[in-house]
């Protein structure tokens, strides 16, 4: 079946620091990838998504690129903001069981200090 | 376009009371997902629904759940003889087509006393 892999959190950042949120995913076919960001007490929003090998993904200065050597689309912004702190979510979008079932990962919840 | 709508956002219920969690999905979205998500964990799916289908339930418990998207009006996930293990939130997302992105509501949080 399909699956994602995302690292652990919480990752700690200081305002201006680089990111990298890993993921790494299984899937049957030739997937869609898509990472969503939740804030306190909201639902999910789409950040970024990339639909083929090698396509990047990019919003908000946030961006991710489709490695399919890999299986992965890591998450990655060049200076975070204090309020970029909430829980990103790594998904896929891909045939499993004869249906089209949006997989998620456990997410990783960020915090950025001042 | 309004975005997905799940009413209410917070519900209480004594236990053994039955739960209604409602989603109205994107205007020109035929297909609703309903997640469940429980504090510190992702997001679990537990159905998958087009107008008037169940396409994929793998991720509803078999008992006391159960869930329709009847052709006019909005989706509905039931919970029967609710137990305080049923609290959490509940997301619904939808989306026009497969392998497109999902559109979530801003959930329903359960909370069972």
């Known amino acids: 079946g399909n699956s994602v892999t995302q690292m652990e959190g919480p990752v700690t950042l200081s305002e201006e620091a680089f990111l990298t949120i890993n993921c790494t995913y299984t899937?049957?076919?030739?997937?869609?990838l898509f990472w969503y960001v939740q804030y306190p007490g909201e639902g999910l929003q789409l950040l970024l998504k990339?639909?083929?090998?090698?396509d990047k993904g990019s919003n908000k200065g946030f961006e991710a690129t489709y490695r399919k050597e890999t299986t992965s689309f890591h998450l990655e912004k060049g200076s975070v903001q204090v309020s970029d702190s909430a829980v990103y979510f790594c998904?896929?979008?891909?045939?499993?069981?004869?249906?089209?079932?949006?997989?998620f990962g456990r997410g990783t919840s960020l915090i950025v200090h001042p | 376009n309004a975005g997905v709508m799940q009413n209410p956002r917070h519900l209480v219920r004594r236990r053994g009371q039955e739960a209604r969690l409602r989603c109205s999905p994107m205007k020109g979205h035929s297909h609703v997902y309903w997640y469940r998500q429980l504090p510190e964990e992702g997001l679990k799916f537990m159905v998958y629904l087009q107008k008037e289908n169940i396409i994929d339930e793998s991720g509803m418990p078999k008992e006391r759940f159960s869930a329709e998207f009847p052709k006019e009006g909005p989706s509905i996930l039931r919970i029967q003889q609710v137990v305080r293990g049923d609290s959490a939130a509940y997301f619904c997302a939808s989306s026009p087509g497969e392998v497109t992105e999902a559109f979530f509501g801003q959930g329903t949080r359960l909370t069972v006393v």
């Open positions: 998904a896929l979008s891909d045939l499993s069981g004869g249906s089209y079932i949006p997989t």
């Open positions: 990339a639909t083929k090998a090698d």
């Open positions: 899937a049957t076919g030739y997937p869609s």
